[in-house]
């Protein structure tokens, strides 16, 4: 079993839609949980990270953590065009410990 | 204040060959890692450097090396490239003390 599963999607959605992004983790030593955003051709950019169970908002996204079922979720309200983009969520644990990836979920949101 | 900066943008080479990829992280920061990105995989994880020297390591060969200078740029070096070593190479700089790490533009590598 990965580490970090994923699914790859695509996910094509209309423009305003709420848009749900979901990824399952095996290792129970992972403390906190890290979604990137990449687009297409650059490198991974960190949209937010959790470290324990519950939600946390950030503007349009909401990362929620439940780690009683090893499952984390990125929620995206109100979809633009400009959030059409590969989202990878990254488990990790200690500080400055290697991140464990999964394979990313591409996301595209039509006007 | 300049991110995480990553150079050659894009690299061609050929089997056998050796290859130099260099990354200067974020002001302030003094760690650096080395993710390698395939096409439609998500990154996986190389090595780390702090303190000029290797932390941690992924399940890379030892054909994948790394060097971290006192001004806590980075290099990684990889020999007799593969067909499969074309990839994204990422470079992520950090915080000895945190936990976020932010990622270069990467650097292109196909081999031939």
């Known amino acids: 079993q990965k580490e970090v599963e994923q699914d790859p999607g695509p996910l094509s959605v209309p423009e305003g839609a709420i848009v749900s992004l979901n990824c399952t983790y095996s290792?129970?030593?992972?403390?906190?949980f890290m979604w990137y955003r990449q687009y297409s051709r650059k490198g991974p950019e960190l949209l937010m990270y959790?470290?324990?169970?519950g939600n946390k908002e950030d503007g349009r996204f909401t990362a929620q953590v439940d780690k009683s079922s090893k499952y984390i979720s990125l929620f995206i309200r109100d979809s633009q065009p400009s959030d059409s983009a590969t989202y990878l969520c990254a488990p990790g644990r200690g500080s400055n410990y290697k991140l464990t990836f999964g394979k990313g979920t591409l996301l595209t949101v039509n006007p | 204040d300049a991110g995480v900066t990553q150079s050659p943008t894009h690299l061609i080479k050929t089997r056998g060959q050796q290859v130099t990829l260099r990354c200067s992280p974020k002001?302030?920061?003094?760690?650096v890692s080395w993710y390698q990105q395939a096409l439609g995989q998500g990154p996986q994880f190389i090595f780390q450097?702090?303190?000029?020297?290797?932390?941690q390591r992924g399940n890379f060969p030892d054909r994948f090396s790394g060097h971290q200078f006192p001004n806590y740029s980075s290099e990684l070096n990889v020999n007799a490239l593969l067909l499969g070593d074309s990839a994204l190479y990422l470079c992520?700089?950090?915080?000895?003390?945190?936990?976020?790490?932010?990622f270069g533009p990467g650097t292109r590598l196909t081999v031939l």
């Open positions: 959790t470290y324990s169970s």
């Open positions: 992520a700089s950090s915080l000895t003390i945190a936990r976020e790490q932010f």
């Open positions: 450097y702090y303190e000029e020297e290797e932390r």
């Open positions: 290792n129970s030593a992972f403390q906190y």
């Open positions: 002001s302030g920061h003094d760690t």
